[in-house]
T-cell receptor, first 113, second 112 residues
Framework: KAGVTQTPRYLIKTRGQQVTLSCSPI?????VSWYQQTPGQGLQFLFE???????NKGNFPGRFSGRQFSNSRSEMNVSTLELGDSALYLC????????????FGPGTRLLVL | EDQVTQSPEALRLQEGESSSLNCSYT??????LFWYRQDPGKGPEFLFT???AGEEKEKERLKATLTKKESFLHITAPKPEDSATYLC?????????????FGKGTHLIIQP
């Protein structure tokens, strides 16, 4: 059974640019959530999607957005990048009902210069 | 606001030396408590989910327990390959599906 895949794995951008990250969940998993991991703040919840609808959102500015497609694949977008957006962005998929378990992908490492 | 505090921040053990990692939490109604293992440069790897106080789960050298205020991850006779950062997270029981609130993790090193 294939795991959660994330593309690209590494990305370098400059301040002010925008970036789009992609996540393909495990087959049959229809819930996809996104997290940001930094050394200082640890893992922080960004948002969660189910059936193409955002069900919940963490405390991040509006520059962070996402969407989910009918095949459950999800993308997240960060506009007007700031240096502080440098982080490991993780995607997790789970079955539709709450309670997990949440299976994480390998992450996308974003460096903003 | 949900909070998760893990201790110690770092732990160095000799191979075979058993120990426990602590995860203290406050949440307005617990839906589930999760333990993950994370190796450098990789995504977290799921270990256990605990749903109610008194519940215990085991996997190889790891055993997780849960009370109403904290969870322990017991590591028995660890091996060098158990070296990793261990993360604890909670999901609150609220309407809709909330994300996980994570602790900062315990960085575990097992020396041969």
């Amino acid at each position: 059974k294939a795991g959660v895949t994330q593309t690209p794995r590494y990305l370098i951008k400059t301040r002010g640019q925008q970036v789009t990250l992609s996540c393909s969940p495990i087959s049959g998993h229809r819930s996809v959530s996104w997290y940001q991991q930094t050394p200082g703040q640890g893992l922080q919840f960004l948002f969660e999607y189910f059936s193409e609808t955002q069900r919940n959102k963490g405390n991040f500015p509006g520059r962070f957005s996402g969407r989910q497609f009918s095949n459950s694949r999800s993308e997240m977008n960060v506009s007007t990048l700031e240096l502080g957006d440098s982080a490991l962005y993780l995607c997790a998929s789970s079955l539709p009902w709450a309670g997990g378990p949440f299976v994480f992908g390998p992450g996308t490492r974003l460096l903003v210069l | 606001e949900d909070q998760v505090t893990q201790s110690p921040e770092a732990l160095r053990l000799q191979e075979g030396e058993s120990s426990s990692l602590n995860c203290s939490y406050t949440v307005s109604g617990l839906r589930g408590l999760f333990w993950y293992r994370q190796d450098p440069g990789k995504g977290p790897e799921f270990l256990f989910t605990l749903y109610s106080a008194g519940e215990e789960k085991e996997k190889e050298r790891l055993k997780a327990t849960l009370t109403k205020k904290e969870s322990f991850l017991h590591i028995t006779a660890p091996k060098p390959e158990d070296s990793a950062t261990y993360l604890c997270a909670v999901q609150a029981e609220r309407g809709g599906a909330d994300g996980l609130t994570f602790g900062k993790g315990t960085h575990l090193i097992i020396q041969p």
